[in-house]
C-alpha cells in the first residue's frame, strides 16, 4: 500500500515538473489585435434529437471577446466521411464561398456590388485602447488612424464549425433520477487567408461612383470569379452536459427547477464556450495581452470586450536584456487570475482615454511591477492532491478541485470530489459483526466546496466543507453486508508554491459521521466509532497538489 501511495506521488510530481512549462525566452507579444469569428453549426439533420439542438440554437450568446461575422445561415451541410471530417469540412466551407462572404461583410457589400469601408472603421475604432486613442490625439490624423487599425483585423478572420453528435438525454444516458442533457462536440477552426494577393484581386473588384456600367459589370463578374482560401488550423473535440437532479429526490430541492428546454439551451451554451475556452488555449492570436496598469491592487485595462472572466489565468512576464543574446527576452515574474464578476470592467465601448481597469489576484511568483505584460494563458481549472493523511482515519488520500470562478463569477471557490483508503485492526468489530478477523481494509469517497484565500503571493488557505461515505471490507464479510456510514468533514488546507502549477500542501480535516454502520440490507449494526472503535476525529493530511 505504501508503495502504491509513493509510485502515485513520484507519477504526480514527474507530471508536476514535466509536464506543464513554458519555455523561457520564447519571444512573448505585447500587442494584442481583436481577432474575428464566423460561427457555423453542421447541419446533423439525421442526428438524435437534432430537430430539437437546431430549434435552440439562435438562443447562444457567442462571446464579446470577437467581431461578429457571422453569416445569414448558421449552417452548413453534413460532412459525408467522419473519418476526414476537417477535409470535408473544408471542402464544404470553399464549396459555399464562406471566406469571400466573410470578407464581403467585412466591407458591407451590396446586392448591386457596391462596398464601402463603414464597418472596418468601426471595429477599428472599437477595437482601439485607450493607448491607441492617446497616440491618435497626437497625430494629424487623429481618429482616421484608429479607423484604418480596423484594415489588418481583417487578417484575423476566422471560421469555427460546431459539429454536435451523440446528443443524448440523461435517461438516455442511463443516469438515473437526472433530467438535462449530454453531447459531445468538435470544433474545427479555420483562418481566412486573405494575403496580398488575394487582397489586391479582391481591391480590384471594387466599385466606384464613376465606374461605367461596362466597368462595373467587369468587377461583379471578377468579384464572381474570385477564390479566397482558407486555412485549417485545428480542432478541439469536447464533451459537454447540462443537468440537475429531479425534484423528488433531496438534492433536487437544492435547484431552482429548470425545464429541458432551459437544460437544452444550456447544453449548446457550454457547447460553444468551452470549446472556444480551448481553442485559446492554442491560439496565439486568440490570447489577450496588455500591460500591468496598476499594481496595489492588480489592474489592468481589459474587460468585457476581451472576453474576461472570473479566475482566467494570465502569465506576467518583465523583458529583461540579455547580454549574450543583445536581445531582451521574456522572463515570467508571476501569475495573476481575474478576480470576481463585480471586479470586471464593461469596455465594451470606443477607446477615449478613459477606460476602466479589472482587478486581478496574484497566485505565484515575485512582486510585480506597473508595465509588466500580462498573456493569457487558460487552463482547465482542475487541481489534483496526492499525499496521506494521518490519524485514526488515516492512509493514501486523493483529492480534485474544480475551480467555479469562470461559471459562477465568484473567485477562488471549488468543489471538490475526495477519496481515500486504509487498513487496520478493529477488535471491537467482534462484538458488532460476525467475523473472527479483526483486519478491516477502509474505503472513503465524498465531496465537498471549497473557498480559496491567498495569504501571500505564494501561499493559499483554503478552508472546504464537506461530506462522504466509508465503507468497511473484510475477507469474512460479503460485499452486502459490508457496513458503511455517512460523515461530514470540516477542514482546511494550506498549500506553498514551488511552482505556479505545483505546490506542497498540509492541512487538516475533522471527520464526523452522522449515520450508524449500516449494510446494504439495511441492517443498523451500531455507531461507527464503536463499531471501529474511536475511529473518527482528526485527521492530519500531507501531499502535493498540480493543476492543470
Same mark, same amino acid.
Given at each position: 500500500?505504501?508503495?502504491?501511495?509513493?509510485?502515485?506521488?513520484?507519477?504526480?510530481?514527474?507530471?508536476?515538473?514535466?509536464?506543464?512549462?513554458?519555455?523561457?525566452?520564447?519571444?512573448?507579444?505585447?500587442?494584442?489585435?481583436?481577432?474575428?469569428?464566423?460561427?457555423?453549426?453542421?447541419?446533423?439533420?439525421?442526428?438524435?434529437?437534432?430537430?430539437?439542438?437546431?430549434?435552440?440554437?439562435?438562443?447562444?450568446?457567442?462571446?464579446?471577446?470577437?467581431?461578429?461575422?457571422?453569416?445569414?445561415?448558421?449552417?452548413?451541410?453534413?460532412?459525408?466521411?467522419?473519418?476526414?471530417?476537417?477535409?470535408?469540412?473544408?471542402?464544404?466551407?470553399?464549396?459555399?464561398?464562406?471566406?469571400?462572404?466573410?470578407?464581403?461583410?467585412?466591407?458591407?457589400?451590396?446586392?448591386?456590388?457596391?462596398?464601402?469601408?463603414?464597418?472596418?472603421?468601426?471595429?477599428?475604432?472599437?477595437?482601439?485602447?485607450?493607448?491607441?486613442?492617446?497616440?491618435?490625439?497626437?497625430?494629424?490624423?487623429?481618429?482616421?488612424?484608429?479607423?484604418?487599425?480596423?484594415?489588418?483585423?481583417?487578417?484575423?478572420?476566422?471560421?469555427?464549425?460546431?459539429?454536435?453528435?451523440?446528443?443524448?438525454?440523461?435517461?438516455?444516458?442511463?443516469?438515473?433520477?437526472?433530467?438535462?442533457?449530454?453531447?459531445?462536440?468538435?470544433?474545427?477552426?479555420?483562418?481566412?487567408?486573405?494575403?496580398?494577393?488575394?487582397?489586391?484581386?479582391?481591391?480590384?473588384?471594387?466599385?466606384?461612383?464613376?465606374?461605367?456600367?461596362?466597368?462595373?459589370?467587369?468587377?461583379?463578374?471578377?468579384?464572381?470569379?474570385?477564390?479566397?482560401?482558407?486555412?485549417?488550423?485545428?480542432?478541439?473535440?469536447?464533451?459537454?452536459?447540462?443537468s440537475q437532479p429531479e425534484s423528488d429526490t433531496g438534492l433536487g430541492l437544492l435547484f431552482k427547477p429548470k425545464s429541458t428546454e432551459q437544460l437544452l439551451e444550456e447544453l449548446l451554451q457550454k457547447a460553444y464556450d468551452e470549446t472556444v475556452y480551448r481553442i485559446e488555449m492554442d491560439i496565439e492570436e486568440f490570447k489577450v495581452k496588455t500591460a500591468l496598469y496598476e499594481t496595489r491592487p492588480l489592474r489592468a485595462k481589459i474587460g468585457l470586450k476581451e472576453g474576461l472572466q472570473t479566475d482566467i489565468r494570465f502569465f506576467v512576464y518583465e523583458y529583461v536584456y540579455n547580454e549574450k543574446t543583445n536581445e531582451a527576452e521574456p522572463k515570467r515574474r508571476g501569475v495573476i487570475r481575474a478576480a470576481s464578476k463585480s471586479t470586471i470592467t464593461d469596455n465594451r465601448k470606443v477607446a477615449e482615454g478613459d477606460m476602466g481597469t479589472s482587478q486581478f489576484y496574484q497566485v505565484h511568483g515575485r512582486k510585480l511591477d506597473q508595465g509588466f505584460i500580462l498573456q493569457q494563458q487558460n487552463d482547465l481549472g482542475i487541481e489534483v492532491s496526492l499525499g496521506a493523511e494521518l490519524g485514526e482515519i488515516g492512509g493514501?488520500?486523493?483529492?480534485?478541485?474544480?475551480?467555479?470562478?469562470?461559471?459562477?463569477?465568484?473567485?477562488?471557490?471549488?468543489?471538490? =470530489? +475526495?477519496?481515500?483508503?486504509?487498513? $487496520?485492526?478493529?477488535?471491537?468489530?467482534? *462484538?458488532?459483526?460476525?467475523? #473472527? &478477523? @479483526?483486519?478491516?481494509?477502509?474505503?472513503?469517497?465524498?465531496?465537498?466546496?471549497?473557498?480559496?484565500?491567498?495569504?501571500?503571493?505564494? =501561499? +493559499?488557505?483554503?478552508?472546504?466543507? $464537506?461530506?462522504?461515505?466509508?465503507?468497511? *471490507?473484510?475477507?469474512?464479510? #460479503? &460485499? @452486502?453486508?459490508?457496513?458503511?456510514?455517512?460523515?461530514?468533514?470540516?477542514?482546511?488546507?494550506?498549500?506553498?508554491?514551488?511552482?505556479?502549477?505545483?505546490?506542497?500542501?498540509?492541512?487538516?480535516?475533522?471527520?464526523?459521521?452522522? *449515520?450508524?454502520?449500516?449494510?446494504?440490507?439495511?441492517?443498523?449494526?451500531?455507531?461507527?466509532?464503536?463499531?471501529?472503535?474511536?475511529?473518527?476525529?482528526?485527521?492530519?493530511?500531507?501531499?502535493?497538489?498540480?493543476?492543470?
Open positions: 500500500m505504501k508503495n502504491l501511495l509513493f509510485i502515485s506521488l513520484f507519477i504526480a510530481l514527474a507530471s508536476c515538473l514535466f509536464g506543464q512549462g513554458v519555455k523561457e525566452g520564447e519571444k512573448i507579444s505585447t500587442t494584442y489585435d481583436r481577432s474575428s469569428l464566423t460561427v457555423l453549426f453542421v447541419d446533423n439533420q439525421t442526428s438524435n434529437h437534432w430537430n430539437e439542438v437546431r430549434a435552440k440554437i439562435s438562443k447562444i450568446v457567442f462571446s464579446d471577446k470577437y467581431n461578429n461575422n457571422n453569416l445569414e445561415t448558421l449552417y452548413i451541410s453534413p460532412n459525408t466521411a467522419r473519418g476526414v471530417a476537417q477535409n470535408e469540412i473544408a471542402n464544404n466551407l470553399n464549396n459555399f464561398r464562406v471566406a469571400k462572404k466573410v470578407v464581403a461583410k467585412w466591407y458591407n457589400r451590396q446586392p448591386d456590388g457596391t462596398m464601402d469601408m463603414t464597418m472596418v472603421h468601426e471595429r477599428g475604432r472599437f477595437s482601439a485602447t485607450d493607448a491607441d486613442f492617446l497616440l491618435a490625439q497626437t497625430s494629424k490624423r487623429g481618429n482616421a488612424a484608429l479607423e484604418e487599425f480596423g484594415n489588418r483585423l481583417i487578417n484575423l478572420s476566422y471560421i469555427l464549425v460546431l459539429d454536435l453528435k451523440d446528443i443524448k438525454t440523461m435517461a438516455e444516458a442511463g443516469v438515473v433520477k437526472t433530467k438535462g442533457w449530454q453531447a459531445s462536440v468538435t470544433g474545427y477552426l479555420f483562418k481566412v487567408n486573405f494575403n496580398d494577393e488575394v487582397k489586391y484581386a479582391f481591391y480590384d473588384t471594387w466599385i466606384y461612383d464613376d465606374d461605367t456600367e461596362e466597368v462595373k459589370d467587369q468587377k461583379r463578374k471578377a468579384f464572381d470569379a474570385l477564390d479566397i482560401p482558407i486555412e485549417p488550423v485545428l480542432q478541439k473535440s469536447v464533451s459537454v452536459a447540462s493514501g488520500y486523493g483529492r480534485v478541485d474544480l475551480r467555479l470562478g469562470r461559471f459562477i463569477g465568484i473567485k477562488s471557490l471549488f468543489v471538490y =470530489l +475526495e477519496a481515500g483508503f486504509d487498513a $487496520g485492526d478493529y477488535p471491537s468489530a467482534s *462484538s458488532y459483526l460476525p467475523v #473472527s &478477523d @479483526e483486519s478491516f481494509m477502509f474505503l472513503r469517497f465524498g465531496g465537498g466546496i471549497a473557498k480559496g484565500m491567498q495569504l501571500t503571493r505564494n =501561499l +493559499e488557505l483554503r478552508p472546504y466543507f $464537506g461530506a462522504g461515505a466509508e465503507v468497511a *471490507s473484510n475477507d469474512e464479510i #460479503s &460485499d @452486502e453486508d459490508a457496513p458503511s456510514a455517512i460523515y461530514i468533514k470540516p477542514g482546511v488546507n494550506l498549500a506553498l508554491n514551488l511552482k505556479h502549477n505545483f505546490q506542497l500542501i498540509g492541512g487538516v480535516g475533522v471527520y464526523a459521521f452522522i *449515520s450508524n454502520a449500516a449494510s446494504d440490507n439495511n441492517d443498523d449494526i451500531g455507531p461507527w466509532d464503536s463499531v471501529f472503535l474511536d475511529r473518527t476525529g482528526p485527521s492530519a493530511f500531507i501531499g502535493i497538489k498540480f493543476g492543470f
